[in-house]
């Protein structure tokens, strides 16, 4: 019976959950895209709107409203969708997590901190990986809506991308490094805890503290030089748009609209960025392997 239950472990893991589920988590993945691509049409059927009605034409304000109400009901079916399949994948593989481990003689302190981990992965693929999802269909979405209104301004966001991508590789490194260093330390809190010197106690939060500050450093460099190219592109941007030949009202706010949906998009890429590299690091921890 011993041998049995070893071997259906390594067989039937967490980390092997996450392969069986994978067609209801691309599902509501997909749930996710649709509701991104509402979003998305919202400053067209805005602008649309605002110009119909400037000339008169209230059939113009149908668009905003079939696409507001769609964005409705595929929101509300997500969030009951996903809360239920995560929740219960969460249960799952906390509780393989724990079996596999302990076949592993790993110490108590670093599966509880594992447990812990898999809270945290369930976490990003639940709220991160629709955030990540919403930025890569924001910002491409948002650049081909722009260079339809104006083929300059969408090449001026475009050529944007080129320090986003520069800043988030260096920081992604650095952060990557401080990750490992502080999972490290977060496997150890148990024991730690359980030690009665205090002298213990203080080093071990020191050190958590010491890599969260960092990781935070590196949040808000990136994030403040994203900003200040950020800036130059949408003031650019809002230039064209207002010195442009007869502009139409709801043209101009859809232009800025998508611009500034772009900057907000840049705004989420440091803490994706962080946060797929601490979740490399933890499924390396997670993973069993004899």
């Not at 447990?115 to 999802?133: A, C, G, Q, R, T």
């Not at 080093?203 to 460099?221: I, P, Q, Y």
């Not at 990136?222 to 748009?241: E, G, K, N």
């Not at 989420?268 to 490399?280: F, K, N």
Request: proline fraction near 3%; charged fraction near 20%; aromatic fraction near 8%.
């Amino acid at each position: 019976m011993q041998t049995t239950d070893s071997s259906e472990s390594r067989t039937d893991t967490a980390l092997g959950d996450l392969k069986q589920q994978s067609v209801p988590i691309a599902f509501t993945y997909f749930l996710s895209f649709l509701e991104n691509l509402f979003e998305l049409a919202y400053p067209w059927a805005i602008g649309v709107a605002v110009n119909g009605l400037v000339a008169g034409q209230t059939a113009l304000i149908w668009p905003l409203i079939a696409i507001w109400v769609g964005h409705i009901a595929v929101g509300a079916f997500r969030q009951l969708y996903d809360t239920r399949l995560f929740s219960r994948l969460n249960a799952r593989m906390a509780r393989k997590t724990v079996r596999d481990q302990r076949e592993d003689e790993a110490t108590v302190s670093e599966i509880s901190a594992r447990v812990e981990m898999i809270e945290e992965l369930i976490e990003f693929l639940e709220e991160e990986m629709p955030v990540f999802l919403a930025m890569i269909v924001g910002l491409v979405g948002s650049l081909v809506f722009l260079a339809f209104y104006d083929l300059g301004s969408g090449l001026v966001m475009l050529g944007l991308m080129i320090p986003i991508i520069v800043i988030n590789t260096i920081a992604g490194r650095r952060a990557y490094r401080n990750n490992v260093a502080l999972n490290t330390q977060w496997e150890k809190q148990v024991q730690v805890i359980s030690d009665p010197r205090p002298r213990r106690w203080k080093v071990h939060f020191g050190r958590m503290a010491k890599w969260r500050v960092r990781l935070s450093d590196l949040d808000a460099m990136s994030w403040s030089l994203a900003q200040v190219c950020a800036l130059v592109a949408v003031v650019i941007v809002l230039y064209r748009a207002a010195t442009a030949q007869d502009p139409m009202v709801g043209d101009i706010f859809a232009i800025l609209a998508y611009a500034l949906r772009i900057e907000e998009r840049i705004d989420d890429v440091p803490t994706i960025v962080q946060q797929i590299g601490r979740l490399i690091d933890i499924r390396r921890r997670i993973q069993s392997e004899q």
